[in-house]
């Protein structure tokens, strides 16, 4: 039996990557995402600090049943799959943005999120 993984390796972090990540942020992202974390976001939740933090949590954002419901606690691998496919991996979520094919661009762009602690 063959059971495919979801899990994104595809090599070292880089401070690069970071860099990288940081302009995908800008064009991707922060239209609606702030990552200043005394900002307030003005469509989408504050991503400042998300790896680790529990999905659906940060004050006065009005998060989708979906998400605040859910038990997802942000890790890099969630953040991969929620990113290529937002609808997918949390039916009724009210982020409404394509998800990112590209692996290394999403890579990018969670080693750039890691750096927001």
Not at 48 to 68: E, Q, W
Not at 76 to 101: H, N, W
Request: charged fraction near 15%; aromatic fraction near 8%.
């Amino acid at each position: 039996m063959f059971i495919a993984t979801t899990n994104l390796h595809i090599g070292p972090s880089t401070a690069q990557d970071a860099v990288s990540g940081g302009g995908v942020f800008k064009q991707r992202c922060a239209t609606c995402h702030s990552i200043n974390p005394d900002k307030p976001s003005t469509m989408g939740p504050n991503l400042a600090g998300i790896l680790g933090r529990k999905a659906g949590t940060v004050p006065g954002f009005a998060y989708s049943n979906a998400i605040r419901n859910s038990e997802i606690v942000w890790s890099s691998a969630d953040l991969d799959i929620f990113i290529k496919s937002p609808q997918k991996f949390v039916k009724g979520t009210k982020m409404f943005a394509p998800g990112i094919s590209d692996a290394r661009v999403r890579a990018n762009l969670i080693t750039y999120l890691e750096t927001l602690k």
